[in-house]
């Protein structure tokens, strides 16, 4: 049973909208192309997207990741008008992420949508980044009233509809999961692409012993940075290998880079699973609705669908085009608002890291 | 092959099930006389790697049973302790007849949730039936969180669905006005600490589960504040404080932008 059915205020629309979506909040840049009909269908015309990697062992700062955005935004965007098969001057808004995300990244982006904005004298929209993701996700399960877990590189929070807003139950203390993971991977000297996090799938795939970690959910939040410090010393205790490999046939006491992988995914997606079941057992709800990058994590999928078996419950996932930071759900909940009359004036087309 | 306490289990009556736990009424006898006892089964949990389940439940078991016997020696009103199997992860705990605060305040009831339709009779009570003015409520609970913050224990989940008032009918009362008691439940989160940073946070869980359960409560909210002021004594300062600084925490509460 699902959760109360949401009443949606919003009519079907008079004539089809068009609406343009770029987002740049961390290290991907991406632009979709978003039609509504009036029967309410939703079209996604196109949805491009590129990422800056940097080599094994970095992150991605800052302002090399503005400067990635400013060298890729006319191109990609050009490319997505051209895929979708629609001109600048076709569409109804254009819409831009506005926070949370980097700081550089976003102003770069909100630049681009400002000139196109006053280029060909569109209303710009503002979109809040965990918002888009909600929408979107909402958009392509069908999920009515979920309670969304979002994971990224960024956010970790478990959110929920109440009252006219989207309010946050639970959130890390901390770092966000994607972050953690990210980090873990530079330690031990995974490939960035094509995300850190895939790559410690990969890798956990091949882990079978469960070291012990620190297990740190306090109510509905949780805290990653110890047991990113706690897994990072096993790197460092005489047991590791850092080839994977048994230095000869007696060294059977080992500890390899796969085993750390799985270790470290088995406990926070537990604690992950965890405070999302704490949220839906305090709202009543049945539905469960995973968005942001880590949200592509198989493993993460399958125990949520075990956990909500369990509750007789039913889990929404969805795949890598729609979880990992794309332009189309800044599109899609940028034109939801615009229908519903809101539109961000030049002078508040301002960005926020938070 | 079953453990005894499995074997209780299956001869208990379901009454719900919570985050972590199935909750079971049963009888540890089956002398008819015998007091009801309320049991918590943390059930294994299928998408946890069955080491790390098996540790969790034994510790979160364990800690849960010492942090009632540590309230019940410090006189916090707490359900009395019944059976620990800390390996098949049941509690059993005294059987308490009364009603959840959160049912009892405006908002509580069931606005946010699907079962606002459905009305039980025991979702009935009112805060008339047990005889108690919101403001005496809010004292209570200020009271009993400072009993347990003064014995060291820190609940971890303070929200008004872990507080129950005893029904009266049910209940002797040793007060001259008062009919019901005030009992703090659910220590499945909680732990030992003498940090005041603890004790503020637990206070902020609190004031966010009223914010998001009960509209417009801030004033009720204030009342349980300065009831737990006055029990603490010169305690309070130093919490006080900590919990102005504990608001300004968290990352992105208010999703604005």
Known sequence: MPGRVRQIPLKNPDRPYLAIGLEGSANKFGAGVIRHREDGSTVVLSNIRHTYITPPGEGFQPRDTALHHREWALKIINECLVKANVSMHDVDCICFTKGPGMGAPLQSVALVARTLSLLFDKPLIGVNHCVGHIEMGREVTGAQNPVVLYVSGGNTQVIAYSRQCYRIFGETLDIAVGNCLDRFARVIDLSNDPAPGYNIEQEAKKGKRLLTLPYATKGMDVSFSGILTAVEAYTFDKRFRADGQPRNPDDQDIITPADLCFSLQETIYAMLVEITERAMAHIGSKEILIVGGVGCNERLQEMMSIMAKEREGKVFAMDESFCIDNGIMIAQAGLLSFRMGFETPLSKSTTTQR | ?257
């Open chain 2, 1 to 257: 092959m079953a453990s005894a306490s499995l074997n209780l289990i299956s001869g208990a009556t379901l009454i719900s099930q919570g985050a972590e736990a199935k909750v079971y009424k049963a009888r540890l006898t089956s002398e008819p006389s015998d007091p009801a006892v309320l049991l918590k089964h943390r059930f294994r949990k299928g998408y946890r790697h069955p080491t790390l389940d098996g540790s969790l439940t034994r510790a979160r078991v364990a800690g849960e049973a010492r942090a009632l016997l540590k309230c019940l020696r410090a006189g916090v009103n707490v359900p009395g302790l019944r059976m620990v199997d800390a390996v098949e992860g049941v509690l059993g705990i005294e059987w308490i007849d009364g009603q959840s605060v959160r049912k009892l305040l405006p908002g509580g009831a069931g606005e946010d949730e699907d079962g606002a339709s459905e009305d039980d009779p025991e979702d009935a009570d009112s805060l008339n039936e047990y005889d108690i003015p919101v403001d005496i409520l809010m004292q209570l609970i200020g009271q009993e969180i400072a009993k347990m913050h003064l014995a060291d224990v820190i609940h971890g989940d303070l929200t008004t669905s872990n507080m129950m008032l005893r029904h009266p009918s049910s209940f002797k009362s040793r007060h001259p006005t008062l009919s019901t008691e005030l009992v703090l439940i659910d220590f499945g989160l909680s732990f030992h600490s003498s940090l005041i940073e603890d004790k503020a946070v637990d206070l902020y869980v609190l004031e966010r589960a009223f914010s998001s359960t009960h509209p417009d409560s801030e004033p009720l909210f204030a009342s349980v504040l300065t009831a737990y002021e006055q029990r603490m004594g010169k305690d309070w300062t130093a919490i006080g404080r900590r919990l102005d600084d504990v608001r300004l925490r968290g990352r992105k509460r208010s999703m604005v932008g």
